[in-house]
């Protein structure tokens, strides 16, 4: 186990297993994001669903943070490696890194991390606008839909979501095609087809998550 850790394969191991949970998060929370289109009973009811969940919603928070934790942990430390390794040793991982996504992994990832602490601060500990906290319904459900069509009227909010939810979709295209390489699903002739998968699924995750501020700030759909 021990020597499983400290291997580069083991570690690689680990970012595309916990890389592959967060994209797990990220697909469920959008298709949970996108009933905005279906109006505030129903977004506000799925918000409300899930706070009912109570320990196990706990567990879930728990175990996202872990997994947050550990992506970071050992992408740094391969990173570190890397840089120290002769450039032979890594030619494998120079071939994907030409490309612009791979590049700016670190970048993105820095800014998804900084976009999530606002986000947090926003819509879940509601820090920067407290008043969030006391908006219900009719239902006296929590009113989640008139918390987010609030928050994206505002240009430089809907401006930095666009802005993070590109570099997330960026940071996705590179991490599904390494994703199938790290777990051996892939080899020099299938590599196209994987890149083609995960650059398609880059843009679904940009094009739903993209529409929510778009739709909000420019009144397609209606504030509540
Ligand atoms: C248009 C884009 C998005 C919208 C409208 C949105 C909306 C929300 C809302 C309303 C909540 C609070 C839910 C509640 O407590 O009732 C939330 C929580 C959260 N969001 Fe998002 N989100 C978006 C994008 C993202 C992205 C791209 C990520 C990840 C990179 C993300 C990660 C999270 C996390 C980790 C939580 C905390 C979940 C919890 O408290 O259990 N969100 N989001």
Redesign the pocket.
Known sequence: MKQFFHSSIGRKFIVAITGLFLLLF?TI?LLG?LS?FLGPVVMNAY?AR??QLGAL?WI??LG?IALVGLHLFFTLTLWKENRAASPRAYARDQILERTLYARSMRLSGLV?LG??LF??AQ??WKWTNPEYQQWQDSLGQ?N?YR??TTAFHNPWVSGF?LL??GL?AMHLAHGIESLFQTLGLTNQKFRYYFQCFGRFAACFFFLG?AS??VAVFLKMIPSS
């Open positions: 990220v929370h994001n905005i918000a899930l706070h919603l879930a928070r996202l998804i976009f999530l986000h947090l819509f879940t929590h989640v918390m987010v979501y993070s939810v997330l998550y929510i501020p």
